[in-house]
């Protein structure tokens, strides 16, 4: 059985590992055996940085945590009695302890309608994907003692991306995983086996019983990764984003007529997308990326001359919007910088392409506001045309409009 604990003698390890051996004298002591588990032993396998702590805990989780709360000088402990967990939200890394358990659901709902009690293989096996499937010891005599029971690290290594059990019974149980694997393929650069695959696409339908809120925020976290067109195809390829997004989903295979433009609309919104995040780690200004043409399949036309047209697109797509901030329960905020970076997106871009007068520069100065730096950043990034000679040309009247504005 594998070691580990040599990883923690890294620097920024050195908080870790040094509440790690304070949970391990603790279980020492109360006669419990403990372990690191989850997103922290991978990420400490893979080199990240860490931000929280999973503790698992064979036996009693919330005492456990009131009392290494106590020993870290922590007053406040969150606990949550019907899952056996407590949140201890100590800083710079947040601790959550758990009870080993596995769950039974019922068929309507990801909540666990029933909760039993287990040991480390079987709290093991109930989670999402073998690279989270792995425990460390913290017990002073084992401590850094790697259980891996599922073949996480082999996964890791070839960065393959599967559940523990069967897919099916993973994916129903709870079919938020779903969109759980599309953020570490994205997140991580991995690739799904297929029969996950598979079982994603048998089970995606399963998603309207995970309410709208989770949705929404397993969506951002896809949008907040390094390539989110790597997510944002898998959800397409599962099935997932008809229901999550079916406005996204039918630009797929539509064709649009455009010398600085990706020739399909949905291609062309996730490179806009990548381009974006290539330039600013901002969610809100990514979520714009994406929605900036999602008008266009409502509104598109075709001309005789022009090919397709899409005329009001960016207006039909601010009214669209007010139905999409609904259904995802977006924040207020967020959903009028969207709608106002949907209704200009054409702006710069008609300004690119005109002679360049300074009441116009003034005028979108004024409607863009405070938003004008990322509204510039958009249109940039909507650039997705592969002929460099355009590419440059547009770039060049692009540094011209700035240059107007100061």
């Not at 309507?108 to 010891?137: Q, V």
């Not at 598979?198 to 390094?226: G, N, Y």
């Not at 997004?245 to 919104?269: A, C, N, R, Y």
Request: glycine share 6%.
């Amino acid at each position: 059985m594998a070691n580990i604990k040599e990883l923690l003698n890294n620097a920024r390890y050195q908080h870790v590992r040094e509440l790690l051996t304070i949970a391990g004298e603790l279980s020492h002591r109360t006669g419990v055996a403990a372990y690191a588990v989850g997103g922290c032993v991978r990420d400490l396998l893979l080199g990240k940085n860490l931000y929280d702590l999973d503790l698992m805990i064979e036996g009693e989780g919330i005492p456990f945590a009131r009392k290494l709360a106590a020993k870290l000088g922590v007053k406040k402990v969150v606990p949550f009695e019907k899952f056996g967990t407590a949140l201890i939200p100590s800083k710079p890394i947040q601790i959550e302890v758990a009870t080993s358990r596995m769950e039974v659901y019922d068929a309507e709902s990801r909540k666990p309608s029933e909760i039993n009690y287990t040991d480390l293989h079987g709290d093991l096996s109930r989670r999402d994907f073998s690279i989270n499937a792995m425990a460390m010891a913290i017990h002073p005599e084992n401590f850094g003692e790697l259980t891996d029971p599922f073949g996480g690290i082999s996964d890791l290594n070839s960065g393959i991306l599967r559940t523990p059990m069967d897919p099916d019974e993973t994916f129903s149980d709870d079919p938020l995983r779903i969109m759980r694997a599309a953020y570490f393929t994205s997140k991580l650069r991995f690739r799904i086996k297929n029969d996950c695959l598979d079982s994603m696409k048998r089970q995606a339908e399963r998603i309207i019983i995970v309410s709208w809120e989770r949705k929404r925020d397993e969506f951002i976290k896809i949008l907040s990764t390094d390539k989110p067109s790597i997510g944002l195809l898998i959800l397409k390829k599962s099935g997932l984003m008809n229901h999550i997004f079916p406005e996204i989903d039918v630009m797929d295979g539509l064709e649009q007529t455009s010398e600085w433009h990706h020739k399909d609309i949905f291609l062309h919104t996730l490179q806009v997308v990548d381009n974006v995040a290539e330039l600013s780690d901002k969610m809100e200004l990514r979520f714009a990326a994406l929605v900036h043409d999602i008008a266009k399949p409502n509104t598109r036309k075709i001309d005789s001359e022009k090919g397709y047209t899409f005329h009001g697109h960016d207006a039909v797509g601010k009214r669209m919007l007010n139905k999409v901030a609904k259904r995802m329960k977006l924040p207020n905020k967020l959903a009028e910088y969207l709608k106002k970076l949907t209704l200009l997106h054409l702006r710069p871009i008609a300004l690119v392409k005109e002679e360049v007068t300074d009441s116009a520069v003034r005028r979108l100065m004024v409607d863009a506001g405070e938003e004008l730096d990322d509204l510039m950043t958009l249109c940039r990034a909507d650039i997705t045309t592969k002929n460099p000679t355009r590419v440059k040309r547009y770039m060049r009247n692009f540094e011209i409009v700035e240059e107007k504005m100061g």
